[in-house]
Protein backbone atom coordinates (compact mmCIF):
# COMPACT_ATOMS: atom_id res chain seq x y z
CA UNK A 1 0.00 0.00 0.00
CA UNK A 2 1.44 3.53 -0.52
CA UNK A 3 2.19 5.11 1.98
CA UNK A 4 2.96 9.32 2.96
CA UNK A 5 4.78 10.35 5.58
CA UNK A 6 3.77 13.50 6.97
CA UNK A 7 3.96 16.55 9.48
CA UNK A 8 0.63 18.33 10.79
CA UNK A 9 1.15 22.05 9.42
CA UNK A 10 3.54 21.14 6.74
CA UNK A 11 3.30 21.30 3.04
CA UNK A 12 2.87 17.52 3.10
CA UNK A 13 -0.80 18.69 3.68
CA UNK A 14 -1.15 18.61 -0.30
CA UNK A 15 -0.69 15.44 -1.39
CA UNK A 16 -2.83 14.17 1.77
CA UNK A 17 -5.70 15.76 0.60
CA UNK A 18 -4.61 14.76 -2.62
CA UNK A 19 -4.77 11.24 -1.39
CA UNK A 20 -8.32 11.34 0.18
CA UNK A 21 -9.62 13.27 -3.12
CA UNK A 22 -8.50 9.95 -5.01
CA UNK A 23 -9.90 7.84 -3.02
CA UNK A 24 -7.62 4.78 -3.54
CA UNK A 25 -6.43 2.85 -0.36
CA UNK A 26 -3.33 4.44 1.58
CA UNK A 27 -1.36 4.48 4.78
CA UNK A 28 -0.40 8.13 6.47
CA UNK A 29 2.18 8.05 8.96
CA UNK A 30 3.04 11.04 10.86
CA UNK A 31 6.34 11.45 11.62
CA UNK A 32 9.09 13.97 13.43
CA UNK A 33 11.43 16.60 11.11
CA UNK A 34 14.96 14.80 11.20
CA UNK A 35 13.38 11.90 13.47
CA UNK A 36 15.17 8.60 13.09
CA UNK A 37 12.46 7.12 11.57
CA UNK A 38 11.90 9.73 8.99
CA UNK A 39 15.85 10.22 8.21
CA UNK A 40 15.81 6.25 7.89
CA UNK A 41 13.92 6.95 4.83
CA UNK A 42 14.43 10.28 3.30
CA UNK A 43 17.80 11.29 4.07
CA UNK A 44 16.85 15.00 3.93
CA UNK A 45 14.62 14.34 7.11
CA UNK A 46 11.75 16.12 5.74
CA UNK A 47 8.07 15.67 4.22
CA UNK A 48 6.29 15.06 2.50
CA UNK A 49 7.74 11.55 1.73
CA UNK A 50 5.96 9.51 -0.42
CA UNK A 51 6.50 5.03 -0.68
CA UNK A 52 5.29 3.16 -3.29
CA UNK A 53 4.10 -0.67 -2.86
CA UNK A 54 7.70 -1.61 -4.42
CA UNK A 55 9.53 0.29 -2.30
CA UNK A 56 10.02 3.35 -4.65
CA UNK A 57 10.52 6.53 -2.93
CA UNK A 58 9.42 9.92 -4.16
CA UNK A 59 10.26 13.68 -2.02
CA UNK A 60 9.15 16.90 -2.73
CA UNK A 61 5.06 18.00 -2.64
CA UNK A 62 5.12 19.35 -6.28
CA UNK A 63 6.56 15.75 -7.77
CA UNK A 64 4.43 13.81 -5.30
CA UNK A 65 1.29 15.34 -6.81
CA UNK A 66 2.21 15.61 -10.72
CA UNK A 67 3.19 11.72 -9.87
CA UNK A 68 -0.38 11.13 -7.97
CA UNK A 69 -2.23 12.90 -10.61
CA UNK A 70 -0.40 10.83 -13.77
CA UNK A 71 -1.18 7.61 -11.78
CA UNK A 72 -5.15 8.41 -11.09
CA UNK A 73 -6.01 9.88 -13.89
CA UNK A 74 -9.78 8.86 -13.77
CA UNK A 75 -9.45 11.68 -10.49
CA UNK A 76 -9.39 14.41 -12.95
CA UNK A 77 -6.95 16.17 -10.51
CA UNK A 78 -3.78 17.13 -13.16
CA UNK A 79 -5.76 20.29 -14.67
CA UNK A 80 -6.64 18.96 -18.21
CA UNK A 81 -5.20 16.56 -20.73
CA UNK A 82 -3.70 18.59 -23.83
CA UNK A 83 -0.36 20.28 -23.86
CA UNK A 84 -0.96 23.73 -23.02
CA UNK A 85 -3.40 22.44 -19.49
CA UNK A 86 -0.39 20.35 -18.69
CA UNK A 87 1.53 23.19 -18.93
CA UNK A 88 -0.33 25.49 -17.06
CA UNK A 89 -0.59 22.74 -14.45
CA UNK A 90 3.26 22.81 -14.28
CA UNK A 91 3.44 26.51 -14.45
CA UNK A 92 1.80 27.11 -11.09
CA UNK A 93 3.27 24.01 -9.51
CA UNK A 94 6.34 25.95 -10.21
CA UNK A 95 4.71 29.30 -8.73
CA UNK A 96 3.83 27.56 -5.30
CA UNK A 97 7.15 25.69 -5.03
CA UNK A 98 9.53 28.59 -6.03
CA UNK A 99 8.13 31.70 -5.44
CA UNK A 100 5.63 31.01 -2.67
CA UNK A 101 6.82 28.59 -0.40
CA UNK A 102 10.08 30.20 -0.66
CA UNK A 103 9.10 33.70 0.34
CA UNK A 104 7.66 32.37 3.89
CA UNK A 105 11.27 31.20 4.91
CA UNK A 106 12.69 34.29 6.07
CA UNK A 107 9.49 34.21 8.19
CA UNK A 108 10.20 31.04 9.46
CA UNK A 109 14.21 31.08 9.76
CA UNK A 110 14.94 34.60 9.89
CA UNK A 111 18.45 33.38 11.14
CA UNK A 112 19.07 32.26 8.39
CA UNK A 113 18.98 35.69 6.34
CA UNK A 114 20.73 37.72 8.41
CA UNK A 115 24.09 37.50 10.52
CA UNK A 116 23.01 40.47 12.72
CA UNK A 117 20.92 37.93 15.67
CA UNK A 118 19.58 41.17 17.08
CA UNK A 119 15.90 41.47 18.07
CA UNK A 120 15.41 44.13 15.78
CA UNK A 121 17.64 42.56 12.90
CA UNK A 122 15.35 39.32 12.83
CA UNK A 123 12.07 41.64 12.48
CA UNK A 124 13.32 43.06 9.77
CA UNK A 125 13.95 39.93 8.20
CA UNK A 126 10.96 38.56 8.87
CA UNK A 127 9.15 42.22 7.40
CA UNK A 128 10.76 41.49 4.18
CA UNK A 129 9.60 37.91 4.25
CA UNK A 130 5.97 38.94 4.72
CA UNK A 131 6.17 41.28 1.67
CA UNK A 132 7.23 38.59 -0.67
CA UNK A 133 4.37 36.77 0.53
CA UNK A 134 2.12 39.16 -0.15
CA UNK A 135 3.61 39.91 -3.37
CA UNK A 136 2.49 36.55 -4.43
CA UNK A 137 -0.78 36.11 -3.03
CA UNK A 138 -1.51 39.61 -5.14
CA UNK A 139 0.02 38.01 -8.04
CA UNK A 140 -2.71 34.62 -7.18
CA UNK A 141 -5.57 36.96 -6.30
CA UNK A 142 -5.56 38.49 -9.44
CA UNK A 143 -5.60 35.06 -11.10
CA UNK A 144 -8.72 33.79 -9.38
CA UNK A 145 -10.34 36.99 -10.58
CA UNK A 146 -13.46 34.89 -12.41
CA UNK A 147 -11.94 31.37 -11.08
CA UNK A 148 -13.21 29.03 -8.92
CA UNK A 149 -9.98 27.34 -8.73
CA UNK A 150 -6.86 28.17 -9.75
CA UNK A 151 -6.86 26.14 -13.31
CA UNK A 152 -9.99 27.10 -13.92
CA UNK A 153 -13.71 25.24 -12.84
CA UNK A 154 -12.44 22.08 -11.41
CA UNK A 155 -10.32 21.29 -7.94
CA UNK A 156 -6.66 20.02 -8.75
CA UNK A 157 -3.41 18.83 -7.23
CA UNK A 158 -2.47 23.19 -7.48
CA UNK A 159 -5.09 23.76 -5.37
CA UNK A 160 -4.38 21.21 -2.69
CA UNK A 161 -0.45 22.66 -2.72
CA UNK A 162 -2.08 26.53 -2.50
CA UNK A 163 -4.02 25.25 0.25
CA UNK A 164 -1.00 24.98 3.36
CA UNK A 165 0.39 27.84 2.46
CA UNK A 166 -2.38 30.19 2.07
CA UNK A 167 -3.26 28.91 5.69
CA UNK A 168 0.56 29.73 6.67
CA UNK A 169 -0.45 33.69 5.18
CA UNK A 170 -3.94 33.22 7.43
CA UNK A 171 -1.57 32.98 10.43
CA UNK A 172 1.85 35.01 9.28
CA UNK A 173 0.22 38.21 7.35
CA UNK A 174 -0.49 41.21 9.86
CA UNK A 175 -4.19 41.43 8.46
CA UNK A 176 -4.58 38.13 7.04
CA UNK A 177 -5.79 37.53 3.67
CA UNK A 178 -8.00 40.80 3.82
CA UNK A 179 -6.19 42.40 0.95
CA UNK A 180 -6.91 39.24 -1.04
CA UNK A 181 -10.51 38.18 -1.06
CA UNK A 182 -10.04 35.79 -4.43
CA UNK A 183 -7.30 33.54 -2.16
CA UNK A 184 -10.36 34.21 0.42
CA UNK A 185 -12.36 32.55 -1.29
CA UNK A 186 -10.30 29.71 -2.81
CA UNK A 187 -9.49 28.85 1.06
CA UNK A 188 -13.23 28.75 2.11
CA UNK A 189 -13.83 26.97 -1.05
CA UNK A 190 -11.00 23.79 0.12
CA UNK A 191 -11.65 24.32 4.28
CA UNK A 192 -15.24 23.39 3.16
CA UNK A 193 -14.45 20.24 1.33
CA UNK A 194 -15.39 17.47 3.17
CA UNK A 195 -12.20 15.00 2.32
CA UNK A 196 -10.54 18.48 3.89
CA UNK A 197 -11.92 18.64 6.78
CA UNK A 198 -11.19 15.34 7.34
CA UNK A 199 -8.10 15.29 6.82
CA UNK A 200 -7.24 18.41 9.06
CA UNK A 201 -8.90 16.25 11.75
CA UNK A 202 -6.66 13.58 11.34
CA UNK A 203 -3.71 15.75 11.20
CA UNK A 204 -4.76 17.80 14.53
CA UNK A 205 -5.31 14.66 16.47
CA UNK A 206 -2.83 12.63 15.30
CA UNK A 207 0.67 11.88 17.33
CA UNK A 208 4.02 11.14 16.53
CA UNK A 209 4.43 7.58 14.75
CA UNK A 210 0.71 7.27 14.03
CA UNK A 211 -0.56 5.54 11.40
CA UNK A 212 -3.69 5.43 9.61
CA UNK A 213 -4.41 3.17 6.81
CA UNK A 214 -7.23 3.92 4.09
CA UNK A 215 -9.25 0.57 2.85
CA UNK A 216 -11.89 1.44 0.49
CA UNK A 217 -13.97 -1.04 -1.67
CA UNK A 218 -12.52 -1.52 -4.70
Known amino acids: MPTLYYAPNACSLAPH???EWIGAPYEAVRVQYGSEE???INPAGAVPTFREDDG?????AGAILDYL???HPEALLGGGENMRARAEARRWSAFFTSDVHASFWPIFVPKRYSTDVSKEAQLAVI???QALVSKQLHILDCHLDGREFVLGDRRS???AYSFPMIRWAVKLLPSGLMEYPNVQSLHDRIFRDAAVQKILSREAA???TTRIKEFRPA
Open 17 to 19: IVL
Open 38 to 40: LLS
Open 56 to 60: WLLTQ
Open 69 to 71: ANK
Open 127 to 129: EAG
Open 157 to 159: IID
Open 206 to 208: STP
